[in-house]
């Protein structure tokens, strides 16, 4: 019986490290594809694969560059995934180390996030992050196919953007600004029933779609030495559920640009593929390996 990876619904870890390889010019991806079909797997990492590497998966699509009133939505769209999870940070860099090790040369590493909770799971602005995530049986229907055949059930398709906050100005707002443009107090994180129209809460609130639109979101801060934002990640049965809210976020809609635009920008998208569990390892059947 096919599964779910088990780190997409899993808690979150205290820390984690994302990798996003890219295809090395005329590299055959085969012998790497292969030894993930061999790949024991546990809540430590998921794995995604892109569009260019899942033809067979009618779903999957590159992830769309949008543009709107005063803001931009890049297409970064790479090949490889992976999400490394734990609460220790020598052990994340060792498996993750190895991972690259294993898809080297084929695939290049062009990007490593390094990713944490801060504060219970709020966003380093100090707003709690994922405040409406479906749980239990709800979280499961919103995240992980089923339904769709052997080698397809139990995968799931995940949309993954690198943000990088605008420290400065976020706190040259007033408290209450910031407040309007989350949607919610800060303090009891409360969600205001007058707020403005490009409140983040209005922008993506999930049951105001149709259909609804409805993911789960493990995302987490990250910081360099320079910047610092939030790595988004959110979990899907298909990508329509997150790209209707992108699309409302940009003012594809009514022209109203998500607040958030206002301190924060994404400077990466991709959208990926993760394949199912059977056996405790990747199935890639539905890629006939």
């Known amino acids: 019986m096919s599964l779910s990876q088990p780190g997409i619904l899993a808690p979150l870890p ?24 061999s790949r024991a797997i546990d809540a430590d990492a998921v794995i995604g694969l892109s569009p260019g590497l899942v033809r067979e998966i009618d779903e999957i699509r590159p992830f769309p560059a949008l543009s709107g009133p005063d803001c931009e939505v890049p297409s970064t769209q790479a090949d490889l ?18 991972f690259a090790l294993d898809a080297a040369p084929a695939f290049q590493c062009n990007r490593s996030v390094d990713g944490f909770v801060h504060d219970g799971g709020r ?24 339904g769709t055949g052997a080698g397809r059930d139990g995968s799931s398709f995940v949309a993954v953007q690198q943000w990088r906050h605008d420290f400065d100005k976020f706190e040259g707002f007033a408290e209450s600004e910031q407040d309007d443009i989350i949607g919610r107090r800060r303090r009891d994180n409360v969600e205001f029933d007058d707020a403005p129209a490009s409140t ?24 360099d030495r320079e910047s610092a934002g939030l790595m988004f990640v959110a979990f899907g049965n298909s990508f329509d559920a997150f790209e209707a809210q992108l699309r409302r976020m940009a003012g ?4 109203i640009t998500d607040a958030l635009f206002r301190f924060t920008r994404p400077v990466s998208g991709s959208y990926f593929w993760c394949p199912p569990v059977a056996a405790g390892k990747l199935d890639l059947s539905a890629l006939g390996l």
Do not use: C
Request: proline share 7%.
């Open 200 to 223: 983040h809460v209005k922008r993506t609130a999930q049951e105001s779609f149709t259909p609804e639109a409805f993911v789960v979101r493990r995302s987490m801060p990250w910081a």
């Open 81 to 98: 995934w992976l999400w490394q999870r734990g609460d220790d940070r020598g052990r994340i860099f060792h498996q993750a180390r190895a």
């Open 14 to 37: 205290p820390h984690s490290r994302y990798l996003e390889f890219n295809l090395a010019p005329d590299a055959d991806p085969l012998p790497v594809l292969s030894g993930l079909a």
């Open 123 to 146: 966003d380093l602005t100090g707003y709690e992050d994922g405040t409406e995530n479906p749980e239990g049986d709800a979280a499961i229907a919103a995240a992980i196919l089923s």
């Open 252 to 255: 594809e809609e009514d022209q």
